[in-house]
């Protein structure tokens, strides 16, 4: 911090000095006399001083990006400190995830749709509190990645979700446990007018199926 400062201090000085030699072509004789009569000032031309300003000015510029790469650094390894001391899920989460997905209503359900062109969508509707069962659905997909016993076995298509409660629907799918009896194919057409088949499904009781995935979890983390 004191030489990012410090480069600072002297860049600025220099500055002055590059500019003042560079103006005195353009100013009286007797005011060049006395700026290069000044002590311990060396004796150098204008385009000295501005390539000596220039030097420092990048000097500033790299020291000030260092110190925000250590800076990022040193946030970086104080994120992995706080991850390494976080505590695993356990079985007992899971099992308390469980009885709080069993307490909701089980008429609520996740529709899923993979478009022709590949893309996959879910949205959880039905009855009951969908805010809370989507909450649930989210805090599940995010310990799901954090338990080491279950992280081992999941395929890819789990873990490339990026939103927690859509992992976890996905690993409902691809687990089995979430079956998909329902799947209807249909027909769409696509903007160049070409026809592609689209699937749909839905895993009813979303509730109740998350409550026996967990329990699943839970005996798989014992």
Known sequence: MHSHWMFKAVAVMWGILCAVSALLPFLPAKWSERFYSLNYLPKLPWYVWVIGFLTLAILVVFEGGHRQ?????????????????????????????????????????????????????????????IAELKAL??????????????????????????????????????SGIGRMDDIVPAIETGKAGETRVRLAGSINHLSSVSSSACIHCTAQEI
């Open 137 to 174: 659905c989210g805090l599940a997909g995010a310990i799901l990645v954090k338990s080491p016993q279950i992280l081992i076995g999941l395929p890819e298509a789990v873990l490339s979700q990026g939103d927690p409660a859509i992992r976890w629907l996905v690993f409902l799918k691809e």
């Open 69 to 129: 790469l250590e800076s990022q650094k040193a946030h970086h390894r104080a994120e992995m400190q706080k991850a390494a001391i976080r505590p695993l899920p356990t079985a007992a989460d899971w099992k308390d995830l469980a009885s709080r997905f069993a307490k909701l209503n089980p008429d609520a359900r996740a529709d899923w749709n993979r478009t022709g062109s590949g893309e996959e969508l879910w949205h959880i509707c039905g009855g009951g509190n």
